[in-house]
């Protein structure tokens, strides 16, 4: 919800018209209608993996609708009808808008195909991303010249607008972004060589920290909660077991005041019963489960 929400501000910060960014806005339910139909045919449910998948997507359904509206307004602005417009001006895109389209769902459709765990967390993912993406490309070229047709009208720009109307601030400040970049895009191309040598530099560089980047699974993640096993000499006695265990209770209660709740097994026998069978112990052994409080009432992380 969000998501959506910016998405439909930021479209209407940078559109400044309330019609087309309804019509832009509108193949955000559109899409994921489908992705929750995908989601009731293939038995899945609404998990984190999906509602990660629908949030990515979210941002990248408007992006086809953007590209062809933004050239039927020009061709509005030029003195086309809309209905005109709509025609040729979505005839002109529509094969970009596609081949954009398919290098995303190229980038997310191949998760599709991971087996074992890593297939079973990003599986649905990849489908879901992909079959939204691919039903918002068909409503960017169908939906979007329809609606433009029967809903855009030309408004002239008024250059004399007063400073806290869009006209005479947002649109003026857009504007002065569009100029900018044009002077900074006229020095590229001027100065191509450069431009080429610093970007072999950012890749180099980027590509460099991937030995000095740590991998893992998953991150790790304070969560208020530590355990740990103490392991002392092979065939220590339970008596001395307990002891020893009722030291490190005292050592924990006197330094750590984070820790609220701590749960201690000692002394496990290991010769028997159906917990053996998964847990290495002895009477040698000793487990803690201790709960922190929470992150905001601690200094200190529960990794210190």
Do not use: C
Not at 8 to 27: D, E, K, P, Q, Y
Not at 143 to 150: D, R
Not at 237 to 249: C, E, F, G, S
Request: aromatic content about 12%; charged content about 15%.
């Amino acid at each position: 919800m969000y998501a959506a929400i910016f998405v439909i501000l930021v479209v209407l910060f940078f559109l400044g018209r309330w019609r087309a960014t309804f019509i832009i806005i509108l193949t955000i339910p559109i899409s994921l209608i489908v992705a929750f139909i995908y989601l009731f045919i293939s038995g899945a449910s609404i998990n984190i993996i999906s509602l990660t998948s629908l949030s990515i997507a979210i941002g990248m359904v408007v992006d086809d609708a953007i590209v062809v509206l933004e050239n039927i307004t020009r061709h509005i602005e030029r003195g086309s009808r809309p209905r005109e417009a709509a025609i040729y001006a979505t005839n002109e895109v529509w094969l970009a808008v596609i081949v954009t389209t398919l290098t995303v769902v190229a980038v997310f459709f191949p998760l599709t195909f991971v087996k074992g765990l890593t297939g079973v967390l990003f599986k649905q993912l990849g489908m879901s991303v992909s079959i939204t993406i691919v039903t918002s490309v068909f409503a960017a070229i169908t939906l979007t010249p329809t609606l433009s047709a029967l809903m855009l009208k030309w408004y002239p720009i008024k250059k004399d607008a007063p400073f806290w109307t869009y006209d005479g601030s947002i649109r003026k400040g857009l504007n002065w972004l569009d100029r900018f970049y044009e002077r900074t895009l006229r020095w590229a191309l001027r100065h191509k060589s450069v431009v080429s040598l610093i970007a072999l530099v950012v890749f180099v560089g980027s590509m460099s920290l991937f030995t000095v980047i740590e991998t893992e699974f998953f991150p790790q993640a304070d969560q208020s909660r530590i355990s740990a096993t103490i392991q002392l000499q092979t065939g220590t006695r339970v008596d001395q077991t307990l002891l020893t265990a009722n030291k490190i209770d005292e050592l924990i209660k006197t330094k750590y005041p984070e820790v609220i709740i701590m749960s201690t097994s000692t002394g496990s026998d290991d010769q028997g019963g159906f917990a053996s069978i998964f847990n290495a112990g002895g009477t040698h052994t000793i487990r803690y489960s201790l709960s922190l409080k929470p992150i905001k009432e601690r200094k200190k992380s529960v990794f210190e």
